[in-house]
């Protein structure tokens, strides 16, 4: 079963996280009509191949991650006008060969991760504008950090004049602790232990989600009243329910 095109319905969806659809081809052009979208993790998807068109719809979005898509070969330019992005994640993209030219339009990208990309072989020119950029962190690409190589590597003129306190090979910064979500003006430490960290006046309320065949998704959405956090496996829901008070699902 794909991923529904109601998904684009909800409209205070903030915390978006798909993984396992193997039989997923494509996503949903609807995700990108999601406005209140900030945080969007793809990962065990192996038979996408591309971000929805519209992707730069989603304005407020601040972490993207992008894990184990297999025949994913590039990423579209479109992704270049997320301009509140601040924390990008490339891993296990074995194909990907080349990053978007204009990556320098993500003015506010300040953590970029690239994980298990081997056939990623250089940076892109417009890296050179990523002014923001509090972290570089390259993993098992071996051409690609040959080339990153500080003062000797081809394509360390493009990223030297931007590493100015940043941490190239991610050594001596956490990512975790820099990919935070953002409540207001201040940052919230983001934590892999839990799926969202609110403010203590916020009520979480733990409750259903759905499983869409063998796909996992996880859901976290705001209302008027609280955040609201939906999160299980095992069931498939015909609708998405209406949280009101904490129910179990298991």
Not at 60 to 69: D, K, M, N, P
Not at 88 to 112: D, H, Y
Not at 117 to 142: A, F, M, V, W, Y
Request: aromatic share 4%; proline share 5%.
């Amino acid at each position: 079963m794909a991923i529904p095109e109601w998904i684009g319905n909800l409209t205070s969806l903030h915390h978006l996280s798909i993984s396992g659809c193997s039989n997923q081809t494509s996503l949903p052009e609807e995700i990108c009509n999601i406005s209140s979208l900030q945080i969007f993790k793809i990962k065990n998807c192996p038979n996408l191949m591309a971000l929805p068109e519209s992707i730069d719809n989603l304005t407020l979005l601040r972490v993207l991650t992008i894990g184990q898509w297999p025949n994913l070969t590039s990423l579209s330019q479109e992704i270049c006008n997320l301009t509140s992005l601040e924390c990008l994640t490339i891993e296990s993209c074995p194909n990907l060969m080349a990053l978007p030219e204009s990556m320098g339009n993500l003015t506010s990208l300040r953590g970029l991760v690239i994980d298990k990309c081997h056939n990623l072989t250089s940076l892109p020119q417009g890296i050179r504008d990523l002014t923001s950029l509090e972290l570089l962190k390259i993993i098992d690409c071996p051409i690609l950090l040959q080339r990153c190589q500080r003062q000797i590597g081809e394509d360390w003129p493009k990223i030297a004049h931007v590493l100015n306190g940043c941490d190239i090979l991610g050594t001596s910064q956490s990512y975790d602790s820099l990919c935070r979500e953002r409540t207001g003006s201040k940052f919230r430490p983001y934590s892999k232990t839990a799926i969202m960290q609110y403010d203590k006046n916020s009520e979480l309320t733990t409750s259903s989600a759905r499983q869409i065949g063998a796909c996992s998704v996880e859901m976290a959405f705001e209302t008027s009243t609280t955040k609201n956090l939906f999160r299980c496996h095992g069931r498939l829901f015909e609708h998405f329910p209406i949280p009101s008070s904490e129910t179990s699902c298991q």
